[in-house]
């Protein structure tokens, strides 16, 4: 009966941070409604509240960096569910999972003080300079940018995906790789043509996975990504994500409204990062369990 | 050899390269972190102030983090108090009951470590700050064991489903009932992997900053008293990183440093209790 009481718990947890923010931002939903969503304008002085920059920031700070992270940690993952080179997997591993141990606020002062000022000069000039006049890649160049927070965040996401598509590629039934090798397959069209083509499921849920990490992912994005709360025109331009402005205002918003309305951009979060982890499992899961 | 073999290899040798290099790529993010926060941390944190002052204005000497170090020990002992004996009879209970509660607890589990620590941070903000007025130890603790919880669960559960079942049928087999049978044979088997999943959950919640922001605050002063703001490793980092002080950019870093320090001994000495424990189960 306790242990019960205990197991439920963390169900509990789950709907009572869902409600609990729902019922906290009721004031910003009820006067805004959902042209919230759809808001350019971020005013707590006149009371002016739209999330459209934090959501465009969020979702674009995530993708990029899934797109430097996913052909990495599939890298990783074809490493370390090799057969044979245990020394060099057990390497591999250990290091993969310290880059998950490290907090967020140690890649953010790392981020802020020896990466930006790297990238900024190795990268940012550089491409300004030469590709600026595609309107993606303008300038000017900055510091703090949504490309530095991209950055930052794919090596953040690396071991959660590295890690899950290490287990859905080990999970591929030993026989194919198996069937391609004795046919005379290199290594190459084993892994390429036989092995990824049956994780695929996996690995996409992976990615997913790791987009709910990156969604949400706050201390470090915050340092470097600039804070400025405008739809950002180029990925060298700073921006601003749903996590980063709850932390930057909320001990400092006053009033019934504007906590409400960070409230609700946390409430947009929560509700947009549960959908993707259920998503994620789903995917993961199907293709991890049968071969066990 | 036909040309068309020979291309084949080299595309495979190429391929395999690319793979092996992007690996190694994977890992110069980590060299660079470890590297630079141990350099940049360490003239902070190899004064005896640091670790017995608390913090001081900016050009006063002998400022240190002491009530920080204090600040997150406090907060994470209390997180575990909570999180901890809550997680792990979850998890015991996943594996030695099942049924439909045990996926539900699975998925909610599941989903809640991916729940931004921000939005843990406005949930504990909402329920344990704003009714009392004022920011306390106390509610970042409680903001913490939140994060832990699903953490201590899943290991729970994994390190118990690793014992074998010859164990509860010899249990039950003796008439003991089942609770006694999953709480005095199966966890005590299980408990090197239960302590280390509870140690793994204390390294993450020791360096969580955000849930901390609006529940712990933070606290320029030496306090043990949970009902009190309290400062904690992570906040001195997050904050002194932000200022342009050299002197507390030196001091973020030194946090920094024992920040990271902690956790590789944590990590380390957890993945060898694990293939301990691995080995032993193999062999019973």
């Known amino acids: 009966m306790l242990t019960t009481a205990a197991a439920l718990v963390a169900p509990l947890l789950v709907l009572a941070i869902v409600l609990v923010l729902a019922v906290q931002s009721a004031p910003a939903v009820t006067r805004f409604g959902p042209g919230f969503l759809f808001g350019t304008s971020w005013n707590p002085v006149t009371l002016e509240f739209g999330a459209l920059p934090f959501i465009v920031g969020t979702l674009a700070s995530s993708a990029i960096a899934l797109a430097l992270a996913v052909p990495v940690g599939v890298a990783v993952a074809l490493v370390l569910a090799e057969p044979g080179a245990r020394g060099l997997r057990g390497a591999v591993g250990t290091g993969v999972e310290l880059l998950a141990a490290i907090p967020s606020v140690v890649y953010g002062v790392w981020a802020l003080y020896v990466m930006a000022p790297f990238v900024y000069l190795h990268v940012e000039v550089p491409v300004v300079q030469r590709l600026g006049w595609i309107g993606a890649l303008s300038g000017p160049p900055r510091q703090t940018s949504l490309f530095t927070a991209s950055l930052v965040l794919a090596i953040m996401v690396l071991p959660t995906l590295g890690a899950i598509s290490r287990d859905v590629v080990r999970a591929v039934p030993k026989g194919l790789r198996e069937s391609a090798v004795a046919l005379g397959a290199t290594w190459w069209e084993t892994n390429w043509k036989v092995i990824l083509p049956a994780a695929r499921g996996g690995i996409f849920g992976a990615g997913v996975l790791a987009l709910g990490r990156a969604l949400g992912e706050t201390i470090a994005v915050t340092m470097v990504i600039g804070n400025r709360p405008d739809v950002p025109a180029s990925i060298f331009a700073p921006a601003y994500t749903l996590a980063s402005v709850i932390a930057n205002e909320f001990t400092e918003a006053t009033g019934p409204v504007y906590p409400a309305a960070l409230l609700e951009l946390g409430l947009v979060l929560i509700l947009v990062t549960f959908a993707i982890n259920l998503l994620a499992l789903l995917l993961v899961r199907r293709s991890v369990e049968p071969a066990r | ?284």
């Open chain 2, 1 to 284: 050899m036909p040309a068309r073999n020979v291309w084949r290899r080299a595309t495979s040798s190429l391929a395999r390269g690319a793979v092996y290099g992007l690996t190694a790529v994977a890992l110069i993010p980590l060299g660079l972190v470890l590297w630079h926060t141990v350099v940049n941390g360490l003239p902070a944190a190899t004064h005896v102030d640091f670790f017995v002052n608390v913090e001081r204005p900016v050009g006063i000497p002998g400022a240190g983090v002491a009530h920080a170090i204090v600040g997150s020990a406090i907060m994470v002992g209390i997180a575990s108090a909570v999180a901890v004996p809550l997680g792990v009879v979850s998890g015991v209970n996943l594996v030695e009951f099942g049924g439909g509660l045990a996926r539900a607890v699975r998925l909610a589990a599941d989903v809640l470590v991916g729940a931004p620590s921000i939005a843990i941070g406005l949930f504990a903000y909402v329920l344990f700050v704003a009714p009392f007025h004022h920011f306390s130890g106390m509610a970042g603790a409680l903001a913490l064991a939140i994060l832990m919880l699903p953490v201590v669960i899943r290991t729970t559960e994994g390190a118990v489903a690793l014992i074998p079942a010859g164990l509860r049928e010899s249990g039950l087999a003796l008439g003991l009932p089942r609770w006694r049978v999953a709480l005095q044979l199966v966890l005590p088997a299980a408990a090197p992997g239960v302590i280390t999943g509870a140690l793994l959950a204390m390294a993450r919640a020791a360096g969580e900053t955000a849930p901390l922001l609006f529940t712990g605050f933070g606290n320029r002063f030496w306090t043990v008293d949970p009902t009190q703001p309290m400062s904690a490793l992570p906040l001195i980092v997050f904050h002194d990183a932000l200022t342009p002080y050299p002197s507390l950019q030196q001091q973020a870093w030194g946090a920094a440093l024992v920040l990271v320090a902690a956790m590789l001994v944590i990590n380390l000495a957890s993945r060898w209790v694990v293939r301990r424990q691995q080995r032993f189960a193999g062999q019973l």
